[in-house]
């Protein structure tokens, strides 16, 4: 309908889809139909135009059995014919019973699918109690293997615990003899102790024993000496010789060499390790090669065994002194061993192990102090101390690697 032949109070609705204003604008509508009756006649014209079937039967006052009951409730209240509010009644009654049918219906297919799930969830139910009785029979079986296994793992440890016990008293009576057994042991190595000190006072007083013989021995001789002596020296005053100054060839004009040491050789440019130099210190008259064989050892091979170790150096320095003819003593810490060394020292070469307390450094310089002053003597380290000490008495220092170096040469 257009806008202008709507009541006012509907003509906001006239925009609105049929939904919409079925939905917000349905009591306006009721209101403007109710209190209106020229709306509700033009709307009726309309319907009278829509449905000319149904509305011709609703005038002449009979209701179509294939009529829907809303339909006409809507034209009878919108024509108002004859008995319009009965049949607006039956037409409410019929709407109410259709409802009520589909009510029952709905609430009947309702019981049925209840039912229906009450049938699964009952077979659900004895399946689930069904489960739950098996499970709860392994559970059983299991909670007896359980009970069988603690009542074996109880009677292991009751067991293991007996096997505790004689153990530990075992152990206390093994404790008890060794305890007993060590105290024997300990007399023992007194008493042996004893023994070895009795045995080494006896070494001494033999050896001050023989030193006293020896001297008396010397003194004899001594005395010969001194009359053979005093006997040429008066036969010298009774013939009036001179005494005898000199040689003949110290007659003859030259020039002499000054007497040469250690420090005096290899002032051309040579390597602080050449072996050249070595060659030239071993090649003075009397000279004597001293080396620190663990110093030397562990800066050319100090992964051997210390064996090993003295057996290489040994066998090379056998071999130095067969070409060279000086005499070498090798000098080893001692201090540390239980016992002297079992070794044949190679031929050339003099071995020495350091006393107990005492360090080969010391005994490289007791060594350097007891040579003569003036003889040439080379100690092979590099021990700083030691190289500074055997200087100070006279002593040429080298180090190790040209003694190494020397030897794999030889």
């Known amino acids: 309908m257009p806008a202008a032949e709507l009541p006012h109070r509907l003509r906001p609705y006239a925009k609105f889809t049929p939904v919409q204003r079925a939905r917000r604008g349905a009591t306006a509508i009721a209101a403007a139909l109710e209190t209106e009756p ?6 009726a014209e309309r319907v009278r135009q829509g449905q000319p079937d149904l509305v ?8 179509p059995a294939a009529a829907d009951p809303q339909d006409v409730a809507a034209v009878a209240y919108l024509l108002r014919p004859a008995g ?3 049949l607006v009644g039956d037409a409410g009654e019929e709407v109410e019973r259709a409802e009520s049918e589909g009510a029952a219906a709905e609430a009947t297919r309702l019981v049925e699918k209840l039912q229906v799930e009450l049938a699964a969830l009952r077979d659900s139910t004895r399946a689930d109690a069904e489960r739950g009785r ?3 029979d392994t559970v059983k079986k299991e909670r007896d293997s359980l009970r069988r296994k603690l009542r074996s793992l109880e009677a292991d440890t009751k067991r293991a615990e007996a096997a505790t016990r004689k153990v530990a ?6 404790r008890s003899t060794g305890a007993t057994e060590r105290g024997a042991v300990d007399s023992e190595v007194r008493r042996l102790k004893h023994r070895l000190a009795e045995a080494e006072s006896a070494v001494e007083a033999s050896k001050r024993a023989s030193r006293e013989g ?6 004899r001789l001594r005395l010969l000496l001194d009359v053979v002596v005093q006997g040429a020296q008066g036969l010298q005053r009774e013939l009036g010789l001179p005494p005898l100054s000199g040689r003949p060839a110290d007659t003859v004009e030259a020039v002499s060499p000054t007497t040469a040491s250690p420090h005096d050789v290899a002032r051309r440019a040579l390597d602080a390790d050449d072996p050249a130099l070595l060659d030239q210190l071993l090649a003075l008259p009397q ?6 064989g663990y110093n030397v050892t562990k800066s050319g091979y100090p992964t051997l065994p210390l064996e090993k170790q003295r057996a290489r150096l040994l066998n090379g320095l056998s071999m130095l002194a067969a070409h060279s003819g000086a005499e070498i003593t090798c000098v080893f810490d001692g201090k540390d061993l239980d016992a002297p060394v079992p070794m044949a020292p190679p031929r050339g070469v003099r071995v020495l192990f350091s006393r107990s307390g005492e360090t080969a450094d010391e005994l490289i310089r007791r060594l350097v102090r007891a040579e003569p002053e003036g003889r040439p003597v080379v100690v092979v380290s590099t021990d700083r101390e030691v190289a500074e000490g055997v200087r100070k008495a006279g ?7 040209m003694l190494l170096k020397r030897l794999i040469r030889t």
Request: negative net charge.
């Open 84 to 86: 319009w509010s009965k």
């Open 287 to 292: 000279a004597h090669l001293v080396v620190d």
């Open 134 to 136: 098996i499970e709860l």
């Open 56 to 63: 011709s039967a609703l005038e002449a006052g009979r209701v």
């Open 214 to 219: 020896r001297s008396a021995e010397e003194i």
């Open 38 to 43: 020229g709306f509700r006649a033009r709307i």
């Open 395 to 401: 002593a040429r220092p080298v180090p190790s690697a």
């Open 169 to 174: 008293a075992e152990l206390e009576a093994l």
